[in-house]
């Protein structure tokens, strides 16, 4: 088989080194890749958003399946152009994708299905928002737990979380006056500021057989001890401890199962991955989002633990056979993605920067060093973003994970390289309070 990988993030390098390992692969293509995608497969020079060009390479190169990874492209259509013109591939619709590239849509879809979520509010004018917060904060100086989003993509930026009044004004006036996220910030909505730790669950579905995935969690804040801005997500482990069996089950029957329904009744059905971002809250379990693609960088500690063959899988959901094929068989022990990050990120980086020690910490037992922001200049590696790298290892126990992921972290360094140190220490003091 033929595969083509869209996209050049650290997703699609451990797509694309996941995929390579099934005998039925004969070649994988990235568009556009990165540096360790070069490695693991080969790159194509055509971006992630440019569909008609991608649509014509898999044809000439006669591939047999495509698998989607940034959320852009399915939000532009690019499984309907590829559908149309009778090629396979992986990923929901256009329409479908609108779980993540419209809060609105997906609020009102969960509301519709009676899936739990904040209560919210819709805005389309910058005045009736603010009349909203200030008759339900009177007080200049109230604490305002709400959160502000804009309704569209915003590069994982378009979200803001307010603990005061004057910090909701803000942000209303960032998204629907400044416009400071373009189109994204056409609508807007607020709702209520949810508390607890953060999980991520996803499953593989094919609009009517669903297979979840162990859980996950990941850090989008950029500091130790959830501090500073949001990021793209600066690490991620799993499984995590905090959903156990029986809050599966749970997230299974009253969250996955009853959005893949409206789905298909909505006549909007939906295949692919769903990616459920959940905030664990003293009443339960209740979605803070949806994602319609892997998780970065969950994506990474999940296939690093995956056994089965990651093609079968993709396959069964485009043929719309995922109950004809067996359960995914899962590593027992625990992986964890430490990610590296370029000095002044979230915010102004500079690009460019070489990078070394890559080798030596891939060459560590049960690591793999998984690409993001690089590329190659005369065959030197060197920074080409923000998140540049994912190093990721498996251990006997969340600890050992830890301890193997932050020496390989040690041996690679680059002029103002950072990464969070507390990775998956969440999951440790879970543990201890469960004196496990």
Known sequence: ???????????????AWKIRQSPRVTRIYVAPGN???????????IAAEDIPSLVKFAKQEKIDLTVVGPEAALALGIVDAFQNSGLRIFGPTQIASQLESSKVFCKSLLRQADVPTADFQVFREADDAMRFIKG?????????????????????????????RDDALEAIDRIARRKEFGKAGSQMVIEERLEGQEASVLAITDGRTIVPLPPAQDHKPAFDGDAGPNTGGMGAYCPTPIVDD??????????????????????????????????????????LEFNVRFGDPECQPLLMRLKSDLVDILEAVVDQRLDQ??????????AICVVMASQGYPGDYQKGRPITGIDAADEMPD??????????????????????????????????????AYTAVQKVRWAGSWCRKDISDKAVQFLETQNV
């Not at 200049?377 to 498996?394: F, K, N, S, Y």
């Open 1 to 15: 088989m033929k595969i083509l990988v869209i996209g050049g993030g650290g997703r699609e390098h451990a797509l």
């Open 35 to 45: 540096a360790g995608t070069a490695r693991d497969a080969e790159n194509v020079p």
């Open 136 to 164: 339900r904060f009177p007080g200049e100086r109230d604490r305002c737990p709400v959160v502000v989003k804009a309704d569209g993509l915003a590069a994982g930026k378009g979200v803001i979380v307010c603990k005061r």
């Open 246 to 287: 029986t809050m599966m089950a749970w997230i299974e029957e009253h969250v996955l199962v009853p959005t893949v329904h409206a789905m298909k009744r909505n006549r909007k059905p939906f295949r692919g991955v769903l990616y459920a971002g959940l905030m664990l809250t003293n009443t339960g379990p209740k979605v």
């Open 325 to 334: 094929i067996e359960a995914p068989v899962w590593d027992p022990r625990p």
């Open 367 to 404: 690591v793999k060093v998984f690409h993001a922001g690089t590329k190659l200049i005369d065959q030197e590696v060197v920074t080409d973003g923000g998140r540049v790298l994912g190093v990721t290892a498996l251990g006997t126990s969340i600890s050992d994970a830890k301890l193997q």
